[in-house]
């Protein structure tokens, strides 16, 4: 198989149905991205380690270990790699239990080859947005935020947040004192390229509390949206 030139990204994509998994391989490569596919979660796990890509197409119906177990395994051990999950679930409960376990993007089944590949895209121009920011360190109560380093600390231990998450928290912190709506959180945290409806926000904010408690000043502003004070 033709290697793709090494200025793309590397994909790894983890699906059984080998019909979507060479399309996507097809498109990818296309694009100029390194793609290797696997066919349930062990093997895709396992590729992951070997290869540490830089976003991850995963199926939630998968054989043997499921793409929701993939996905918590893996924000496990990095919290940074975009996941983007692929599945024939359409109820709303699947989604936020998806975003819920760190998953950035959900792309349900029939989809459009090209749909995936922009996807693809805005998560690797979130990371070179992030990767290009200076490096400082915000410091929001207990909490330091370190932007160039794309690492939190609470009371100086290290917590690991999904991209998504780190993604909200950075924009607050740009923001503090200011009562934002969830429409302008979903454009300055995540850009115009984010499809899904504003109540993604409130799973993101409820996982950093979950996560940062309360030593993170993040407060409802009703009728509004979230402040960070």
């Keep these: 198989m033709p290697t793709a030139p090494s200025s793309g990204a590397t994909v790894v994509v983890v699906e059984d149905d080998p019909s979507i998994a060479d399309l996507l ?26 290869h540490r890509p830089a976003v991850v197409i995963l199926d939630v119906g998968l054989p043997g270990i499921d793409g929701l177990e993939v996905c918590r395994r893996l924000r496990a051990t990095d919290p ?10 359409d109820e709303e409960v699947d989604r936020v239990l998806g975003l819920e376990l760190g998953a950035d993007d959900y792309v349900t089944k029939p ?15 979130r990371a070179d947005a992030g990767a290009a920011e200076p490096p400082s360190v915000i410091s929001v109560g207990d909490v330091e935020v370190d932007l160039g380093r794309h690492e939190v600390r609470r009371a100086g231990e290290p917590v690991m947040l999904a991209t998504q998450e780190f993604d909200l928290l950075a924009h607050l912190c740009r923001n503090r004192g200011l009562a934002l ?19 993604t926000v409130d799973v993101h904010v409820r996982q ?11 407060t409802t502003v009703w009728g509004v949206g979230y402040r960070l004070d």
């Design 25 to 50: 391989d097809l498109y990818l490569r296309r694009e100029g991205h390194r793609v290797y596919l696997a066919a349930d979660g062990e093997a895709g796990l396992d590729l992951i380690r070997l």
């Design 181 to 199: 709506s969830r429409r302008q959180i979903l454009d300055g945290a995540w850009g115009d390229s984010w499809v899904g409806d504003e109540r």
């Design 80 to 89: 940074a790699v975009a996941i983007i999950f692929l599945t024939a679930r």
């Design 208 to 218: 950093l509390r979950r996560k940062l408690g309360d030593d993170l000043p993040l």
């Design 111 to 125: 989809f459009s080859p090209r749909e995936m590949v922009a996807r693809v895209k805005a998560q690797l121009r």
